[in-house]
C-alpha cells in the first residue's frame, strides 16, 4: 500500500517538473536528442495524469481501509 502511493507521489513530482521546467530539455540537448522536445508534449502530460490518478487511488484506497 504504501509502495502504490510512494510511485504514484514520486512519479508526480519527477512528472511535474520535467513538465514545468526546462530540466529536460536541457538534458536532451546535451545528450544530443533535442529533436525530440517537440514531442514531449504527448508523452509528459497523459503520464502526470496518470501519476496523478495513480496517486488519488492509492490515497482513496488508504482511506477506505481505515
Same mark, same amino acid.
Given at each position: 500500500?504504501?509502495?502504490? !502511493?510512494?510511485?504514484?507521489?514520486?512519479?508526480? %513530482?519527477?512528472? #511535474? *517538473?520535467?513538465? $514545468?521546467?526546462?530540466?529536460?530539455?536541457?538534458? /536532451?540537448?546535451?545528450?544530443?536528442?533535442?529533436? !525530440?522536445?517537440?514531442?514531449?508534449?504527448?508523452? %509528459?502530460?497523459? #503520464? *502526470?495524469?496518470? $501519476?496523478?490518478?495513480?496517486?488519488?487511488?492509492? /490515497?482513496?484506497?488508504?482511506?477506505?481501509?481505515?
Amino acid at each position: 500500500m504504501r509502495a502504490l !502511493l510512494g510511485v504514484g507521489v514520486i512519479g508526480t %513530482l519527477i512528472t #511535474a *517538473l520535467c513538465c $514545468f521546467t526546462p530540466i529536460l530539455i536541457m538534458i /536532451l540537448g546535451i545528450v544530443g536528442l533535442s529533436a !525530440l522536445t517537440g514531442y514531449l508534449d504527448y508523452v %509528459l502530460l497523459p #503520464a *502526470l495524469g496518470a $501519476f496523478i490518478l495513480l496517486t488519488l487511488y492509492a /490515497l482513496w484506497r488508504r482511506k477506505s481501509r481505515t
